[in-house]
Structures are given as C-alpha cells and as structure tokens.
C-alpha cells in the first residue's frame, strides 16, 4: 500500500442541509480541530473548505471523504436542501488532493454505528439486538435520512438509498387529514415532508387550520418546547402526531430490512426530547402491525447520541476506499 492511502491527517466532513462539520483525522478514528461552519455563509464548498483549512493552519492533506445530504449518483452533486452545486472531480483538483471520496450522509450515519459505543445509544422498547442480523437506521433532522446496514463475511454493507423520499403513509384520520393538507400543497407527500424539522412545523399548520386556531408563526425548535413545556396543546398534538409517524415509518422500515438487528435513530430531532420520546406514543405505533406486532415488539429501537456520527462514518468510508486502491 502507498504512502500516500495511508498518510494522516485526512480531511473529513459531514456536510447536511444547514451546517458543514469539518474535523482532521489524524490517526485511524482519532479526530483533531471539529468545527461547524454554516453552509450559508459559503458561495462554494470548495469555499467553506478552504476557510476551514485555514482555521487549522493549511496543513496538506492528500485524502478526503465528505458525506454529504445528498444522493451520490455520478460526478455532479446538486444539494437537495441547500444551494450548492459542484462537481467530484473538479472538487478534487481545486483542493489538490489525490483522492476524495463523497457519500451520502446516511451511509455514512449508517457506517458510524458500526463504532458507537454503548454509552451513546438509549434504548425504547425492545428486547436484545439479534447478532449478525440487519439493522435500520432513520433519522429526522433538516431532512429524513434512511440507510440500513447488512450483514456480511467482512462485517456490515451500508445502503446507500432515499428512503425518506419514499410516499408517506397515513395511519388514522387525523393523518389522513394532515396528509391531504400537505397533498394539497404539494402534490407528492414524501415521508420527508412530515418527518424533518419542516414537517413538524407542516403538521402544526395543518392541525391549526384543521382546529379552526390562528396559528402563530413557530419554528420546530419553539414547537418542540411549547409541547413539552405544556403551554401549547396544538404543540402537544403536533410532536405527538410527528412521534407517531416516526413510529410507522421506522417500523415499514424494519419489515423491510427484517432489522432483527435493531433500529437507530439519528438526527438531531429526537435527542432533544428523549425523556418525552420514550412516553411518546413512538414505541405503540412502531409495534402496531396487526399479525407482526411481535415480530416487531422484540425489536431494539436506540436513540443515537454521538455528537459527530456523520465524520465518524466517512472516516469509516475513507479508510475502506483507500484499503481498496
């Protein structure tokens, strides 16, 4: 092997709809210098990269892996909740590098559990995670992340899919109602569209329009702390319901994959809330599946708490890409 595939430090980042988190690995799974630099504040990421570099001295880096809220399906990439626009290999050249490697940032969320400590996951529901079996990994934040990981002779295959794209399924009336507000707005109704910050702020809408209340104007952070707080019903309602859609979603997820494995929660929706999540009424809707119901009460659902598990995967990523050269 090269020099040049196993020196350090590595560039990695984890790049999502809202903020760039920027780290130097300068040892296998060893992490210097994390930063978090608003995506809005740079015209490029070639920009927002060197800006970090600089921060950190301009040391040369020969590799790097960036995940990023995106699907990666050739060499031009065009944010989906964001304004940026680049090419791979253009990328490449600009920060003269030999090798960079992007992925999705849920496979790389995906990849990362594969390291997470058991201090960093809580536990709702569920009995134990059986080995070598697939496990789901989900998660709302600016958007809705899906990704699996597979079990294999060489240890665990992420998937590399948009699943939070796939069509929302209502489960009750109020759903269906809701649904048909967000049908009516938007024509398709993705999961994503409840299930990300913006969703909850959706789902609040059109529960007020549906309770005949003049809605104030709240983002998901003021929603969540209204509902929890108590000083807001139609809050209580709206992280009830968001709760409650998880749980579906999450479980369709699970059949699917059959994630005997157990469930991950990702994202940095849930970690806020977690002693009202475990109440929530996320665990009942998760295992309501009429003849699979104990199929999927066995099921471990965790809340992961690592605070940086997008640089984690993608350094995870990098090292297998760069074995492999």
């Avoid at 665990?156 to 048909?180: K, N």
């Avoid at 398709?188 to 549906?210: D, K, N, P, Q, T």
Wanted: hydrophobic residues 40%; charged residues 15%; glycine residues 10%.
């Amino acid at each position: 092997m090269s020099s040049t595939t196993t020196n350090y430090p590595r560039l990695i980042a984890d790049i999502g709809g809202t903020n760039a988190r920027f780290a130097l690995e300068t040892a296998q799974q060893q992490f210097e210098h994390i930063e978090v630099l608003p995506c809005a504040d740079y015209d490029t990421l070639v920009d927002a990269v060197k800006e970090y570099l600089k921060r950190v001295g301009n040391p040369s880096i020969h590799n790097a892996a960036i995940a990023i809220a995106n699907p990666i399906v050739g060499d031009w990439v065009q944010m989906t909740n964001h304004h940026w626009a680049f090419s791979i290999e253009t990328t490449r050249q600009a920060l003269h590098l030999d090798n960079l490697l992007l992925l999705n940032d849920f496979t790389a969320q995906a990849l990362a559990i594969t390291q997470t400590a058991a201090e960093d996951l809580v536990q709702v529901g569920g009995a134990q995670p059986i080995e070598h079996a697939p496990k789901a990994v989900i998660g709302p934040g600016t958007g809705l992340g899906v990704s699996g990981l597979i079990p294999s002779p060489t240890g665990y295959v992420p998937l590399a899919g948009e699943g939070g794209h796939t069509s929302f399924p209502p489960f009750d009336d109020g759903e269906i109602m809701v649904w048909q507000y967000a049908k009516k707005k938007y024509g398709h109704v993705s999961a994503e569209r409840f299930l990300s910050g913006a969703g909850l702020m959706l789902i609040y809408e059109a529960l007020a329009e549906r309770e005949g209340v003049k809605r104030q104007k709240l983002t998901a952070a003021e929603i969540s702390e209204k509902a929890l707080s108590g000083t807001s019903p139609l809050c209580r309602l709206t992280l009830d319901m968001f709760c409650a859609m998880l749980g579906t979603v999450a479980s369709n997820l699970a059949l699917t994959l059959g994630a005997r494995g157990g469930v991950y929660l990702c994202g940095g929706i849930i970690p806020r809330f977690i002693d009202y999540f475990r109440s929530s009424p996320f665990r009942q809707r998760f295992e309501s599946k009429g003849r699979f119901d104990a199929y999927l009460a066995a099921i471990p659902v965790y809340i992961v708490q690592s605070k940086y598990p997008g640089i984690v995967g993608a350094a995870v990523a990098l090292d297998n890409h760069l074995q492999h050269l």
